[in-house]
Antibody, heavy 118, light 110 residues
């Protein structure tokens, strides 16, 4: 069964850093583009970042550009999100989501909670 | 800044039909945006319902259907059931790996 498991969330002070991980299993990870999607408490879903299968191409939402870095290690079947200069508005559940050639998310992790607060 | 708009809420009777829409702040939604739809219940990860405008994801009942209605993407739930009560989000693909989520619609079945 295809599975995505996020980890690395937690409480961090404003201005701090955090690194999220997403472990993939039961599919050929390198063949798929991947994304991070987040959801602030009581709010809607927001696309955060995209990475190609090789890792050579990345895109970011304007709200995180210059502060967040998406990366992947295909040898470890893992996706990452390095989050720097964190703000209170970055608080929320972060999901990793598998992308498809048909431009949609076909598989989601269960999410990891990031709280930015002093 | 691209804004994808959805109705904030809808109420439907059990067994009834409801159509949710997904529009662009400027311009029309077409199949070129590969509209997709996701269902989310509180505390859970999203579930994929529809992709490429009208294709149903694996395991999704045919009560859920997608289309283009006028200048918007649409999700129709036919024969609504109590467990369809959820938040529904559309997503538009803007090209170059960039996606925009809609504002979401809360559907109540009562």
């Amino acid at each position: 069964e295809v599975q995505l498991v996020e980890s690395g969330g937690g409480l961090v002070q404003p201005g701090g850093s955090l690194r999220l991980s997403c472990a993939a299993s039961a599919f050929t990870f390198s063949n798929y583009e991947m994304n991070w999607v987040r959801q602030a408490p009581g709010k809607g879903l927001e696309w955060v970042s995209y990475i190609s299968g090789s890792g050579s191409t990345t895109y970011y939402a304007d709200s995180v550009k210059g502060r967040f870095t998406i990366s992947r290690d295909n040898s470890k079947n893992s996706l990452y999100l390095q989050m720097n200069s964190l703000r209170a508005e970055d608080t929320g559940v972060y999901y990793c989501a598998r992308d498809t050639a048909m431009a949609y998310f076909d598989c989601w992790g269960q999410g990891t909670l990031v709280t930015v607060s002093s | 800044q691209t804004v994808v708009t959805q109705e904030p809420s809808f109420s439907v009777s059990p067994g009834g039909t409801v159509t949710l829409t997904c529009g662009l702040s400027s311009g029309s939604v077409s199949t070129s945006y590969y509209p997709s739809w996701y269902q989310q219940t509180p505390g859970q990860a999203p579930r994929t319902l529809i992709y490429s405008t009208s294709a149903r994801s694996s395991g999704v009942p045919d009560r859920f259907s997608g289309s283009i209605l006028g200048n918007k993407a649409a999700l129709t739930i036919t024969g609504a059931q109590a467990h369809d009560e959820s938040d529904y989000y559309c997503v538009l693909y803007m090209g170059s790996g960039i996606y925009v989520f809609g504002t979401g619609t809360k559907v109540t079945v009562l």
